[in-house]
């Protein structure tokens, strides 16, 4: 699996997390403030679709994730 698909795999992973920990009918409710790491990781993806720059693909890559020429 290269960087963007990782990339790619944890954001939906931490944005369906969030989602369930943040919303009130959720089963694994907790608090609402989790929805604002919903709107983090979705920022982070918006932002990253127009300059490139992604924390997480520099991580990745620095633990030897090999990279597909996107980020």
């Not at 795999?9 to 919903?38: R, Y």
Request: proline share 4%.
């Amino acid at each position: 699996m290269n960087v963007e698909r990782m990339v790619l795999a944890f954001a939906g992973f931490a944005i369906l997390l969030s989602l369930a920990l943040g919303w009130s009918a959720s089963p694994v409710f907790q608090n609402e403030n989790w929805l604002w790491f919903t709107a983090f990781v979705g920022a982070n993806l918006f932002q990253s679709a127009f300059t490139g720059f992604c924390p997480l693909a520099m991580i990745l890559k620095k633990l030897g994730a090999k990279p597909a020429g996107v980020f």
